[in-house]
């Protein structure tokens, strides 16, 4: 495939991945409004916002099926366009059952989305013989933060209704311009190898499937880290540090911001140190990070160790994705996928437990325990990764 093309289809893909996190950003923070409408109870709201997870996770475990029988590309655009319509949803329904109905369908195309796109992300990875995973990643997080922040901007002035059908017309609209170029390319063939799909049977030997796993595990304990962060970050620096609300909620911004940075020079990263070091550098800056984020006395010290942790994390999801398609293709994909955001599931009910039985900031720690982990997971799986990692 020519060099323009592998740039307009980079383009492309780039596009796919912010305009996820932008839709994704933009439903979060209209979700007090929605309870609100719908007059759902603390507890019925979390049981309605389980349809998300519910949709995602079973939509990941069948999306691997989907692109190897129709294409990493097509299932991309068909996911994108059901996304941007789906996220209009929430606000038309006025009850916790309608609101989990609705959001089922919403997490099926935010899970299929994201095991399509990276799959053909891996593609184009072998084919541009760079890893500029990270940079996808970095337009996911990027969308997300500019997401947030609109949204955030215009709740006070524009309803839910109006807000989220705002990013139906934009999802729509991003879909239209970058979707053709997805439609008229078949994902690149690596210059070396054809693609595991085409040369793997649809059952990969249990090595692969091992070393899949190990991926997935990486993927996990980073997503446990980004989903503690962001449901107890805030409440740890008002609760136990007692920060300012508008201080305590630059907390999760701190993390965020310093993860879109880490991502966009993930490429010179990878490029310079490997992918092992990389990990295993990454996971435990990660950890260091956290033990200051959550044991730090002081308000400022948190935000570095908050900061710090974004820094160490950028990378080792982007990084578990990418080896995992490579091995096994989009069923790779969808199996770190599928643990890693399972890790981002488990992070926020696991703190809460933990903090019940000890306290917040001992809860916390966990994070820099599972960062750790992913560190040692790539060092001593190094040899058995070697050529892969």
């Known amino acids: 495939m020519p060099g323009s093309d592998l740039t307009r289809l980079r383009v492309a893909l780039t596009a796919f991945f912010a305009l996820d996190g932008f839709v994704f ?46 294409g990493s590309h097509p299932v991309t ?15 038309l329904t006025h009850s916790a059952r309608a609101l989990g109905a609705v959001l089922l369908v919403f997490g099926m195309a935010y899970g299929g989305i994201n095991v399509a796109f990276n799959s053909a992300a891996v593609d184009l990875v072998a084919a541009l013989r760079r890893p500029v995973m990270p940079s996808f990643h970095a337009a996911f997080s990027l969308g997300g933060m500019v997401g947030a922040g609109l949204g955030g901007l215009v709740a006070g002035s524009l309803s839910p209704s109006r807000h989220l059908l705002g990013l139906t017309v934009t999802g729509l609209l991003v879909t239209a311009v970058a979707g053709p170029t997805l439609l008229r390319q078949r994902p690149p063939e690596p210059p070396d190898r054809t693609r595991p799909e085409d040369t793997a049977p649809h059952r990969p030997g249990t090595r692969t499937r091992g070393l899949v796993t190990v991926f997935g595990l990486i993927a996990l304990c980073t997503a446990y880290g980004e989903g503690a962060l962001a449901d107890w970050g805030a409440l740890h620096l008002e609760q136990d540090l007692d920060a300012q609300p508008w201080v305590a909620a630059a907390g999760y911004s701190c993390f965020a911001l310093a993860m879109t940075v880490g991502r966009i020079s993930g490429t010179t990263l990878l490029e310079r140190l490997g992918r092992v070091r990389t990990v295993v550098a990454g996971g435990a800056t990660a950890s260091a990070g956290m033990l200051l984020g959550s044991l730090a006395p002081s308000v400022w010290a948190a935000l570095i160790g908050f900061a710090v942790t974004g820094l160490g994390l950028a990378n080792l999801f982007p990084v578990a994705v990418e080896r995992a398609g490579a091995l096994a293709g989009s069923g790779g994909v969808a199996v770190a996928s599928t643990l890693g955001y399972g890790g981002m599931l488990l992070g926020p009910p696991a703190i809460g437990f933990m903090a019940d039985w000890f306290s917040l900031p001992t809860a916390l720690t966990s994070v820099a325990v599972l960062a750790a982990v992913a560190s040692a997971i790539a060092y001593g799986a190094r040899h058995a990764t070697a050529g892969r990692l």
């Open 25 to 70: 950003a933009g439903w979060v923070v209209r979700i007090p409004d929605v309870k609100e409408q719908t007059g759902a109870s603390a507890s019925a709201l979390g049981l309605a916002l389980l349809g998300v997870s519910a949709g995602a996770v079973i939509t990941m475990t069948l999306a691997g099926r989907l692109c190897r029988r129709f």
């Open 77 to 91: 655009v068909v996911c994108a366009v059901l996304l941007s319509l789906s996220v209009a949803l929430p606000p």
